[in-house]
């Protein structure tokens, strides 16, 4: 018998197919902010992002995230996308690679 079925989703900075659960929606909301989604099933546009900085930072240098998510974001929704990934990487399973090497 087959395993479980585990959905995936593709991080829309660096384009890497990954499990949903490792992966933070953003979602652009019906009033047109866009915030973090602990969930994944708030109403809205939603876009996947790797709970990475490089990530995030990619996703904004290259406007990855607002071309998914159809607006501009604000630089008040930029800086809570920050607070809440900075908030959730103490938990988050996934870090950056190399990033041991530039807190030492």
């Known amino acids: 018998m087959a395993g479980k079925h585990v ?3 593709t991080c829309v900075a ?3 197919l990954k ?3 490792e992966l ?5 909301r019906p009033d047109g902010t866009v915030a973090v989604d602990p969930t994944g099933k708030a109403p809205g546009r939603g876009a996947y992002i ?15 995230l607002e071309r998914s998510l159809k607006t501009v974001i604000s630089e008040t929704d930029r ?3 920050e607070a809440e990934l900075y908030k959730r990487r103490a938990s988050c399973p996934f ?3 190399d ?3 530039r807190e030492g």
Do not use: F, Q, T
């Open 24 to 28: 933070l929606r953003v979602v652009r």
């Open 50 to 64: 790797g709970a990475s900085r490089e990530c995030l930072r990619l996703a904004l240098e290259r406007k990855a």
């Open 99 to 101: 990033e041991g090497s």
């Open 95 to 97: 870090r950056d690679e």
């Open 14 to 16: 660096c384009r890497r």
């Open 7 to 9: 959905p995936e989703r």
């Open 79 to 81: 800086a809570g996308l």
């Open 19 to 21: 499990p949903k659960r």
